[in-house]
């Protein structure tokens, strides 16, 4: 699922590809991933006029035009935007197609059409993204710690709920969890002063580092890079690691660097699955 830093990745990709452009055409190819607005009028608002900013909330994509309206893309778990050649042939899941300046075309490529587009003025916008909590990589420690410590339930569970703070998924929660030595179940509502700091810290410095990957790199040294090993072992301690369903969400975490859980019975390591990355 993409999490922020691949949405700051499809900023930069669509960015470099159409901002300040005019759009020539829009041809909806599936109006299933449109959400409230019509192919056609789709069409009408924003043919002939140009994106003129970007702006990303979360997992939010909001691009301005100069007629008044906004662009709003959210990727769901398998959207993504390609920059092509208008003559290139479309892929089977290209789902809108924005045919910008002479030689350029902006592509909403998505699998599985969780969730799509939007076109929306400025109340709208406000009423879309009213339920997002402040964004990850711009909140400030002091309102990150109010979001987190206001919360009764477990940590990860907070860390990944919207509401709380935008634009973290499962991977940037679970890795984020490791580096600040916590455990994914101990309740937002005790982390300490210290814990929420040392929290913050690694938070900046995993986003800072995925936003230049655009994506949750699976390096070595990071928790991400071992989670779908068929044995995986902790890097930093070469502990086994273990796996449960937290959120509804799989959870991998190092019962040795993360202890500190509840005395709720040990929880099986992690044993062999799939090669897919776990999201």
């Known amino acids: 699922m993409p999490e922020l830093p691949d949405v700051e990745g499809f900023r930069r990709v669509f960015e470099s590809c159409a901002q300040g452009r005019v759009i020539r055409r829009v041809d909806v190819r599936d109006t299933g991933v449109l959400h409230g607005v019509s192919a056609r009028r789709l069409r009408e608002a924003l043919e002939g006029r140009r994106f003129t900013g970007l702006e990303r909330h979360g997992k939010w994509l909001l691009a301005r035009t100069g007629g008044g309206h906004t662009l709003l893309l959210h990727f769901g778990m398998t959207g993504r935007l390609v920059c092509d050649h208008p003559d290139a042939a479309a892929a089977p899941h290209d789902r809108v197609l924005f045919t910008v300046g002479r030689d350029r075309q902006l592509r909403f490529r998505d699998q599985r059409k969780l969730q799509g587009l939007w076109l929306a003025d400025d109340a709208e916008v406000e009423r879309l993204l009213e339920r ?148």
């Open 132 to 279: 997002q909590g402040p964004d990850a990589l711009a909140v400030d420690r002091d309102d990150f710690e109010a979001a987190l410590t206001a919360r009764r339930g477990a940590l990860k569970a907070a860390l990944i709920d919207q509401s709380v703070l935008a634009g973290l998924g499962n991977l940037l929660a679970d890795e984020i969890l490791w580096r600040a030595r916590l455990h994914p179940t101990v309740r937002a509502s005790d982390l300490t002063r210290p814990d929420c700091r040392r929290l913050y810290t690694e938070m900046r410095r995993t986003l800072r580092a995925a936003v230049t990957a655009g994506c949750v790199p699976p390096r070595d040294a990071w928790l991400t890079g071992h989670r779908d090993d068929p044995d995986p072992h902790c890097p930093r301690c070469g502990t086994p690691l273990r796996r449960s369903r937290l959120a509804g969400r799989t959870t991998v975490w190092c019962p040795r660097c993360q202890s500190g859980g509840p005395a709720s019975g040990p929880v099986p390591a992690v044993s062999g699955h799939s090669g897919r990355r776990t999201r």
